[in-house]
């Protein structure tokens, strides 16, 4: 940031030139030794100067410029240019984390979410997408082949039986609801038939919709890993806060870059669901 200029003139007006523009000032406050004037920044610091010291310029006003940070706001305050992308240097994150422990965190999120883009995400449902479908059951989440039967009886439709584990039927049903599969599960005790959805404009709009949600939960998920690190390495002591900070910023980095790819597959997924090229 490049440095303002203030001219200072003794029983006169502060000036602070900033380019072409200037912004005049209160007057100078004589400070408790004759030999030093005190002049008010824009943001109430003070700065002394040695009035013995001031030149004598050709209009007879004694005058001197300094350097000062640049203080002023609001419109007058030049925008500052955007930062660059932070690089991440593993090498010092290392010093005070475990940098394979937090990608793997971070790749168990985003290969959740690949694994889930291919099997319950495709116009064309298969019975394998039905049977791998995750479960929450009990405080735990199983495979839906694991709490039931699941059998195709026609080319349209799949049966669920779930008499094994009859207490189950009922998440079984909503976890097929909230699969953003399109899928319409219709209960009889403790059987569940799933009608396949026709591959129509709509069924591929309702599968778009459920790979976005499901985009947003990994996001969220990656979200979390990088705050726990974070707050993980607030508690790091005995290193200098530059490092730490610096460090903070680069997981934040590395976590956003996860993010970004779970955009882009999000992207590919949808042109795929879409039929587009």
Do not use: W
């Amino acid at each position: 940031m490049q440095p303002t200029h203030l001219m200072l003139v003794p029983c006169g007006r502060v000036t602070l030139a900033r380019g072409c523009q200037q912004l005049t000032y209160a007057r100078l406050l004589h400070a408790c030794h004759p030999r030093h004037i005190r002049v008010p920044l824009p943001t109430s610091a003070v700065a002394c100067v040695d009035v013995s010291r001031l030149a004598i310029q050709r209009s007879g006003v004694r005058s001197i410029t300094l350097s000062a940070p640049d203080y002023a706001k609001g419109k007058d305050k030049k925008k500052e240019k955007k930062k660059g992308a932070v690089k991440v240097d593993e090498s010092e994150m290392a010093e005070l984390m475990d940098v394979e422990a937090f990608r793997g965190r971070l790749d168990a999120v985003l290969d959740r979410l690949r694994d889930g883009f291919i099997k319950q995400f495709s116009v064309r449902t298969s019975i394998g997408s039905i049977e791998t479908l995750s479960v929450p059951f009990e405080g735990d989440h199983y495979p839906l082949n694991e709490l039931a039967q699941v059998a195709r009886k026609s080319a349209t439709l799949i049966v669920i039986n779930s008499s094994a584990f009859p207490q189950a039927v009922g998440d079984i049903v909503h976890a097929l609801q909230s699969a953003g599969m399109g899928l319409n599960p219709q209960q009889e005790g403790t059987t569940v038939y799933v009608q396949i959805p026709k591959v129509t404009k709509e069924h591929r709009e309702s599968l778009v919709k459920g790979a976005k949600m499901a985009c947003n939960t990994a996001k969220d998920k990656l979200k979390e890993v990088q705050n726990n690190q974070l707050r993980a390495l607030k508690k790091v002591d005995h290193v200098s806060e530059d490092l730490v900070h610096s460090v903070q910023n680069q997981v934040t980095a590395m976590a956003h870059q996860y993010m970004a790819d779970a955009d882009a597959m999000l992207k590919t997924k949808t042109a795929e669901l879409l039929g587009e090229k």
